[in-house]
């Protein structure tokens, strides 16, 4: 059952006139992914297709193309997207399809190359290929049988293409290419469709489906050039711009699948392509789309053609671009129906009348200077009426009459952008109950009434970039209720729009509780509090790029948990705070170039130590750019990184210098190196089970000739730093490294990696000969160590050194104490540690 909505009494009241300045903005095409509305129309000629954004999409950073060289034989240089597709050329030396590279990429691109015709076995061994671009070759004159051998049963796709020498193809050309689906010949220099034709055979390519013959110069097309493809699985040809003043009536016979034809922008007289489509209908080819864009037609459409249509199958209908006066007569299968650019500055009330199962209407970039009532049709789901009053020559505005919707409950998209349309009331969308597209781009919009949106209770996506609706002038911001009744809305767009303030009266979002997108880029903001995106808890995108943001240190989207990718390019953003990673840690994708970031230790260290808690588990995507110091824009960051790895790094040069010296491979220095500005007299690596015993060491040693210095983790450490930088720096600043090695020792992960440590000495430690040595290393042993716990360090260590071993005996204890100091005491020539130890 289908209820009619009742139109109030009040719509009955005229529009007012609203006069304001044109402003006239940049035409930009902005696609939105994952929320499909309504794609009804073919090809080239259709409006994109409208989705949402995905929250981590990857054709962003691609890999960057490699060089894979000039190949030997052939003398061409080729270039590999890596996965994507191989791109060869060389005009002068590039005589045949390189075949000495490794090309595992599924697509390859030959163009501007010096070949002149494709051999036998010309792509041999490239049996991953799915698609195949031939294209601009200037010399290229022949395809030979056998170039395209049988084991390219995966291509799909190809195209040869712009290549002026080719224009005679063999009847065995394409052997081989049993699964080609696809298939662009556009603009080569073939002079009858015969030449082509006589190529594709049903038993050459069986499961051909679409082929492109655009920008040939064919002149007329005879009743026998298609012969060869007699029962071809075709279905879609297209023969735009191809000069063509003469079909003859049969000559699309032999294609019996045949469903989409495009015959756009040739000049053949009306009655010719009259008597195409009757003949195509009396003989049963089951044509579906026909597209007849700027054929030439004036004033009105052929009456043979029209009626012709009539009694076809065709749904779709492709008329833009001729110059008439819009009428049609009975056409009941007729469901797609393109007007645009027909210089259209009226539409008569019943110009539709005899399209009963119209649903989609595309009338966009006429001269209409508002909704005219012939559009008002009840079936209708696609309108499209967008760049109506904006014009090169004059500049004239477009009324949208109050409840002029008010049957169009079935209407799902609705476009309206590029027109003067100044304002919005709240009876504007009365009647759009089941809309879920809605654009009014570049509108010069001045104001958006109060519950303007509430009749589109199932709106999906509202365009309103660049329209001046926001009041700076106090209240400043988005008016309140201005979003009220857009409870199920996914996707919102305000770019442009002069936003300096989202609001100070009250939050405007607190309506839009489902949506997931919100699209803020190119606004004047500056700041942005904790309460601005509270309502949005799906949000799931944002886009606050070209803004005048700077750090926040308070929190903005603690309460949007779904939040994963986030644009903040070009604002004025110079470091991260804490509060700015907590708002990042739940993204996988964040870009933040242009901004002023100063790229100093601190900063990056703040950064590195969030990336590795947070980031990084989500594999979290950052693209940003440094632009202090100045003298460091390319690689501040990297500089950054090596600093705070430096005792990695240089644990890494200690292991490469300490293998090649045993090697032979580095002769000791002429001159001795005794060091003495070392901090410490050692480092005690110790399992905190044996606290107590490393405690009375330390009493020990330091408070008893020669009063050594020791360094241990709970005294000595900074506070805040991380472990592994502290071990490995304080093993370089020790003259010795002290293991006191015990069954607690051998059983923890930390010991055991500064054994590990331990076991190839100190940093760039030399003897006085120059050479890399290990008697740096002294071993205790606190009780027994059982073998199961000894890693295969611990067993070579207590194996091949001699340790001290504790003992219970006091009257031992002494000879202990004595014997450690003496291997634990600096040379006589070298007392800077325990010097120091007395001032």
Known sequence: MILLQRIPESCVLPPRNMLLPSLLSTILIISIREITTFEPCDGDYCPPAVVRPKASPIEINQPAPVLLGTDAESGCICREHPKVFVVCFGRLLCKKVPLGFNITAPTLKVTITNIYELRPGAFAGLTQLEGLQIDGNLNLSKILPGAFNSNLTKLTNMSISFNPNLRILHPLSFQGLVNLRTLYIVKNGFETVYDIAISLSPPIVPNLYKISLNENNFDGISSEDFVPMENSTVEDMSLVLCRLDYLHPDCFAPLKKLEVLRLGENSFNSSTISDVIARTVEIGIPLKLLNLYSVGFRKSPPRKLMEALAKSNITNLNLAGNQFEIFFPYMPNIKVLDLR??????????????????????????????????????????????????????????SIPICKFASMNKLVYLNLNFNRINHLENKTFVGLG??????????????????????????????????????????????????????NLRVLLLGGCGITSLSKNGNPFKHLKSLEHLGLEKNSLKTISATDFSPLARLKSIDLSENLLVVWDER??????????????????SYFSGAMLDDFSNLTQLEVQYNPFFCDCRSYKIYRQWFFHAARKKNVEINAHCVFPETMNNYSVTVSFCYYYRWHI?????????????????????????????????????????RNFVVRLVTMLENYDPFLKLCVYERDFQIGTMISESVLESVAQSRRTLLIISDNYAKSQWCRWESQIAEHHRLFFENENGEYVDDSLVL??????????????????????????????????????????????????????SECTHI
Do not use: C, M
Not at 558 to 573: A, D, E, M, T
Not at 664 to 687: L, Q
């Open 556 to 573: 903005i989207f603690r309460h949007n948990p779904k939040l994963q990718f986030s644009i903040l390019n070009r604002n004025k953003i």
């Open 341 to 398: 650019s027909v210089l259209a500055l009226e539409i008569q009330n019943d110009a539709f009348k005899n399209l009963p199962n119209l649903k989609t209407l595309l009338l966009g970039g006429n001269k209409l200077a508002t909704i005219p009532e012939g559009v008002i049709l009840n079936n209708l789901t696609y309108l499209d009426l967008q760049q109506n009053s904006v014009n090169r020559y004059y500049q004239s505005y477009f």
């Open 650 to 690: 240089r644990y890494w040069i200690f292991l490469t210098r300490l293998y090649l010296s045993r090697k032979g491979k580095i002769k000791p220095k002429s001159e001795k190196t005794v060091y003495t500005n070392y901090i410490y007299d050692a480092f005690v690596s110790y399992s905190n089970e044996d």
């Open 434 to 487: 089941n809309l879920q597209t809605l654009g009014l781009r570049n509108s010069t919009i001045f104001y958006i009434q109060n519950d303007t949106f509430v009749p589109l209770k199932n709106l999906l996506f509202l365009n309103i970039e660049n329209n001046y609706f926001i009041s700076n002038k106090y209240p400043p911001g988005i008016d309140v209720d201005v979003f009220k009744g857009l409870g």
């Open 780 to 833: 205790i042993k606190l009780g027994p160590v059982g073998d199961n716990h000894l890693t295969p360090t611990l067993k070579y260590l207590l194996k091949t050194r001699i340790y001290l071993p504790w003992e219970a005996d006091e009257k031992k204890q002494k000879v202990f104490w004595e014997r450690l100091r003496t291997a634990l005491a600096p040379p006589k020539n070298d007392q800077g540690v």
